[in-house]
Every structure is written in structure tokens, then in C-alpha cells.
């Protein structure tokens, strides 16, 4: 983070406004900045973005005016460089346009001088010779690559399950916690307790999901208002996810009922006949989430054949499958060797060993950085070429 004057902060925010969509509320925040006093200090962070202040500046004085620029200035993909301190630790971002810039600059080492204003437009100011020809020329490929990038994660839907794999670790070790406790105080054969168990355990993660489905569901449907969806740093994709996500909620249930009818049936649910009842714990919710995404899939293709097409090219719903296939056969062969779980905590492990939710999104991850490869290959390219014409 960078504290800059009121006039440099005056020069971004008119950056800023200048670049996005007009709205009559932003000529009364730039009238708020405009009325501070001349030695007062903003923050801005490395990338030159003010959205750190109008944060800020929206909790303090409760104005959406403030939260509406601020939604207006993260899809603005505008780097403004003022000080050569920005240029130094830059940490590469290949799906960030404007991270992808500051590390071409930093490898350009522009004289100190007039601030670098650069955006999907263009270079606006700051820098002149040879190197406007070669951030051009970056700028041209990287958008070139960008919107394949980004074509193939619509096809894929891989984006947005980066938040869903945060959550499948929650309820793990509040599970092995709750079993433990309830063992030591001799409730190792309570129904309820492995209710209570198994359900932290096998789905802990999914009530959490569930509000992210909710917040990133008006998120997109304010971008959608605002008419600039399609500007976002990461627009595509998320709709899997939050199919993803719902189907995993949606199947939260069905275990419990299962569990209920099979002890009423007089079934042993921790013998090896009842290995069933721990994998649909576990796993339930997944299939939930695979039958989600084949719909989404389905209703996105228009039709049986596209939709299976486009579900299978899905790498994420591939994983779900293989994830919520194997295990109940390998629980089934571990049980018939002898495994029983007859605390509570070993319930727990059991379902913690089970539960491979985090499997699917963490290949979301990998194929989203093996997609990236090509937006890092042309800034690094650039940033090659930069540091041969320096020496």
C-alpha cells in the first residue's frame, strides 16, 4: 500500500472516472476528495487503484456513491504507476491484466517522470520511444490470449471454485473434535452423536457454500444491473460453480434419511453392509453437486448431446464423477477386512477420509493455472524482450 498526496490522488481518481462508465454520483465523491485539506494522506495500493480508500471512505461515511465507484474502478483494469516503488516485488498474475502490466514496466525500469497511466485502451501517458511500441505490443497480444483464456474457461467452467475449496476443510475438524468429546463422555453408540459426527465431517463444508452461492448470486446480478459483466477481471465460469455449490447443499439432506430408514430396517450401519450410510455422508452432497453441474451443463448446451459433450470437456465434473464412483467400493473391501468404527472419532476419521469434496475444485485450480499458461507466456515474453533492449 502507498500513501500519496491529495493531488496524486486527485490525478487517479479523475484516471479512474475518465475510464469508466459515467454516473452522476461520482462528480460528488471527487467533491468530497477535492474539500480535504492540502496535507492530508490517501492509500492506494501497488497497482495504483483506489479502491482501498473508497473502501474506506464507504464504511465511514455509509454513501453508496463510494461503493459505486468502487464497483466501477475494479473493472476498470487501469495501472497507474507513480513511484518507482511500485515497480519493485511484483508478484506476476497472468489472468490480471493490470498485474500482467506493472510486471512488464517493472522489467522496463522507466525514468522517474510524469506518472504511467496504462489500460485496456491503450497507453494513456508516462512513457515514450521504443518502449510505448513494446507495451503496445503486449498489449495487443495479452488481450489476443486473454479472450481465448477466457473462452475456454466459459467452455470448461473452472472459475470460481477457487472460494468452494476454502470450505471442504471446515467441518473436519470440528467432526474428530465433537467425536472425541462424545466418546469420553460414553456416547459411542449414539445414533445422534454419529448424526452429529458424520454430518460435520462428511458436510460440514456445505452450509458455508451455500452462502458463498448466495453472495457471489447478487454479486453477479449487480454486475448484471450495471451492465458490465462482461469488463469483470474473472466473468466467466462462475455459474458452474454456483451450481456446483448449490447441488452440494441440495444433497445435504439425503443421508440423514438414509441413515434414519436403514437403522429402522434393523441394518448395522457400521458393518460392512452398511458402509452405504457412511459413504452417502460423505458423499451425498457430491452427487448432488454432479447432478447440478450435468444441468447446468444441460441447459446452458440447449440439448442432450451438446450438454453431455460439455459436461465431460468439464474437468471439474469429470473429477466429481470419478470422486463419487470409487470410494464406496474401496469402504466396502476396508470394512469386510476387519475396519469398524466403533467410537465416535473413528467415525469421524472415517468420513474425513471419505469426504474427497475438495477433490473437483482443486482440479478447477490446476486446469485454471494450466490455462494461464499462455497469458504468463506472452508477458513473460515481453518482459524478456524488455530486459535485452535495458542491457
Keep these: 500500500m502507498l500513501k500519496v498526496s491529495k493531488d496524486e490522488f486527485l490525478f487517479i481518481l479523475d484516471a479512474y472516472i475518465a475510464e469508466v462508465e459515467p454516473d452522476p454520483c461520482f462528480p460528488a465523491v471527487r467533491a468530497h476528495y477535492a474539500a480535504a485539506g492540502a496535507d492530508q494522506r490517501f492509500v492506494v495500493d ?4 483506489l479502491v482501498p480508500q473508497l473502501q474506506a471512505d464507504a464504511r465511514a461515511t455509509g454513501q453508496e456513491a463510494f461503493r459505486e465507484l468502487q464497483q466501477a474502478a475494479r473493472r476498470a483494469n487501469l495501472l497507474i504507476v507513480l513511484r518507482a516503488e511500485q515497480l519493485q516485488n511484483v508478484r506476476l498474475r497472468p489472468d490480471s491484466f493490470v498485474s500482467s502490466g506493472r510486471a512488464l514496466l517493472a522489467a522496463l525500469s522507466p525514468q522517474a517522470g510524469d506518472p504511467i497511466v496504462i489500460s485496456q485502451g491503450g497507453l494513456r501517458q508516462g512513457l515514450a520511444g521504443e518502449q510505448v511500441k513494446l507495451v503496445e505490443a503486449w498489449r495487443q497480444d495479452y488481450l489476443a490470449e486473454q479472450a481465448r483464456y477466457r473462452q475456454v474457461c466459459r467452455q470448461t467452467g473452472v472459475k470460481g471454485y477457487k472460494e468452494l475449496s476454502r470450505f471442504t476443510f471446515v467441518g473436519f475438524l470440528g467432526g474428530l473434535g465433537l467425536g472425541a468429546v462424545l466418546d469420553a463422555l460414553g ?59 448449490t447441488g452440494k447443499v441440495l444433497g445435504m439432506a439425503f443421508p440423514w434419511a438414509v441413515d434414519a430408514i436403514s437403522r429402522f430396517a434393523g441394518v448395522d450401519v457400521r458393518a460392512p453392509e452398511g458402509s452405504y450410510v457412511a459413504y452417502f455422508y460423505s458423499l451425498a452432497d457430491q452427487i448432488g453437486a454432479n447432478l447440478s453441474g450435468l444441468r447446468h451443463h444441460l441447459r446452458r448446451a440447449g440439448g442432450l448431446r451438446a450438454g453431455l459433450s460439455s459436461y465431460f470437456h468439464d474437468p471439474v465434473m469429470v473429477a466429481s464423477l470419478t470422486v463419487i464412483t470409487l470410494p464406496l467400493a474401496i469402504l466396502y473391501l476396508v470394512r469386510s477386512a476387519g475396519w469398524r468404527p466403533d467410537l465416535l472419532v473413528l467415525a469421524a ?14 482440479v478447477a485450480w490446476f486446469w485454471d493455472r494450466r490455462l494461464q499458461r499462455g497469458l504468463r507466456a506472452v508477458t513473460q515474453r515481453y518482459v524478456q524482450m524488455a530486459t535485452q533492449d535495458k542491457a
Design 46 to 49: 501497488d497497482e495504483g487503484s
Design 187 to 245: 456416547f459411542s453408540t449414539s445414533a445422534l452423536g454419529e448424526w452429529a459426527v458424520r454430518t460435520l465431517s462428511g458436510e460440514g463444508e456445505d452450509l458455508a457454500e451455500g452462502a458463498w452461492v448466495l453472495r457471489s448470486r447478487l454479486q453477479r446480478d449487480r454486475a448484471a444491473e450495471a451492465e458490465a459483466a462482461e469488463d469483470e477481471e474473472e466473468p466467466s465460469g462462475s455459474e458452474a460453480a454456483e451450481a456446483y455449490g
Design 349 to 362: 476419521l472415517e468420513g474425513i477420509l471419505l469426504n474427497l469434496c475438495w477433490v473437483p475444485p482443486l
